[in-house]
T-cell receptor, first 110, second 114 residues
Framework: GIQVEQSPPDLILQEGANSTLRCNFS?????LQWFHQNPWGQLINLFY???GTKQNGRLSATTVATERYSLLYISSSQTTDSGVYFC????????????FGQGTELSVKP | DAGVIQSPRHEVTEMGQEVTLRCKPI?????LFWYRQTMMRGLELLIY????????DSGMPEDRFSAKMPNASFSTLKIQPSEPRDSAVYFC????????????FGPGTRLTVL
């Protein structure tokens, strides 16, 4: 079955709007990371968050490991936030490799 | 630190040619991962090494693909012979000791096989 599921698959926002991206996963994890893939294809580490809540500027993330989901919040979005956001997890029984979701493609319009 | 270094950044080759992708992990990291990104399959693991030893190569598509890690600071991924369906972006990542620790990705190599 699906191991890592992200929603929504696509999102279009007006600059200044807020958004929430969701990641559901199918088993206990020892690692959860959020990435932003920019238009040049680079994977930028946003958060390492197997549990709890973290904030970095306009971005914050929360992982509720017992309920097997994580949320990425983007506030006051900017055009430079556009790109694809990936959630990736490492399951306890799979040796540390990351399993990626299919991503959320975000487009922020000026 | 310079981060994970990959070379070349772009590679265009013809079907049947040998392709070698290179990766230098972050100093002090003891795990190295090779991932591939395609439109059809997304991002998926090909192989990973722990302390220079291959641990899981279940994602390597077929015998045309091979990977080596001769020392803690260098790894190669080789495709021989290459085929058009191998066209993808290949990422290398490294991780400090500890199975659940954060992975850091290189800039990727965009491979096009004509």
């Amino acid at each position: 079955g699906i191991q890592v599921e992200q929603s929504p698959p696509d999102l279009i926002l007006q600059e200044g709007a807020n958004s929430t991206l969701r990641c559901n996963f199918s088993d206990s994890v020892n690692n959860l990371q959020w990435f932003h893939q920019n238009p040049w294809g680079q994977l930028i580490n946003l958060f390492y968050i197997p549990s709890g809540t973290k904030q970095n500027g306009r971005l914050s993330a929360t992982t509720v490991a017992t309920e097997r989901y994580s949320l990425l919040y983007i506030s006051s979005s900017q055009t430079t936030d556009s790109g694809v956001y990936f959630c990736a997890v490492s399951f306890w029984n799979q040796g540390g490799k990351l399993i990626f979701g299919q991503g959320t493609e975000l487009s922020v319009k000026p | 630190d310079a981060g994970v270094i990959q070379s070349p950044r772009h590679e265009v080759t013809e079907m049947g040619q040998e392709v070698t992708l290179r990766c230098k992990p972050i100093s002090g990291h003891n795990s190295l991962f090779w991932y591939r990104q395609t439109m059809m399959r997304g991002l998926e693991l090909l192989i990973y090494f722990n302390n220079n030893v291959p641990i899981d190569d279940s994602g390597m598509p077929e015998d045309r693909f091979s990977a080596k890690m001769p020392n803690a600071s260098f790894s190669t991924l080789k495709i021989q012979p290459s085929e058009p369906r191998d066209s993808a972006v290949y990422f290398c990542a490294s991780r400090p000791p500890g199975q659940g620790n954060e992975q850091f990705f290189g800039p990727g190599t965009r491979l096009t096989v004509l």
